[in-house]
């Protein structure tokens, strides 16, 4: 199993910053993915961006190009979503996930291909 707690969360003006965290505990897994995906009152888990496990590769969401940036500590034990130029709609609660794979992790967009999930934290920005 894999424990992960987000926090970072907060209100923010729009035009402001915020950085998530995600701290990973528990098995580890020789391949995998961890990803930021976000959800907003009465709209689906949309994908935010993700980051390989050697910290080499990141996915971004188009709309969230040049805005965000997802990175992670040399221990590679927690992740980082920089959140910068925030807008209204980027309002939502934000979760970390780990996708753990056999091999290569082919599918990171996803939320469906994800296995283990935080609890999440609340974003809010005002206009």
């Known amino acids: 199993q894999v424990q992960l707690v987000e926090s970072g969360g907060g209100l923010v003006q729009a035009g402001g910053s915020l950085r998530l965290s995600c701290a990973a505990s528990g098995r580890t897994y020789s391949s995998y993915v961890v990803g930021w995906f976000r959800q907003a009152p009465g709209k689906e888990r949309e994908f935010v961006a993700a980051?390989?496990?050697?910290?080499?590769?990141?996915y971004y969401a188009d709309s969230m190009k040049g805005r965000f940036t997802i990175s992670r500590d040399n221990a590679k034990t927690t992740v980082y979503l920089q959140m910068n130029s925030l807008k209204p709609e980027d309002t939502a609660v934000y979760y970390c996930?780990?996708?753990?794979?056999?091999?290569?992790?082919?599918?990171?967009?996803?939320?469906?291909?994800?296995?283990?999930w935080g609890q999440g934290t609340q974003v809010t920005v005002s206009s």
């Open positions: 980051i390989r496990r050697g910290g080499d590769t990141a």
């Open positions: 996930a780990v996708d753990a794979c056999i091999a290569y992790c082919s599918v990171v967009k996803v939320a469906t291909a994800y296995d283990y």
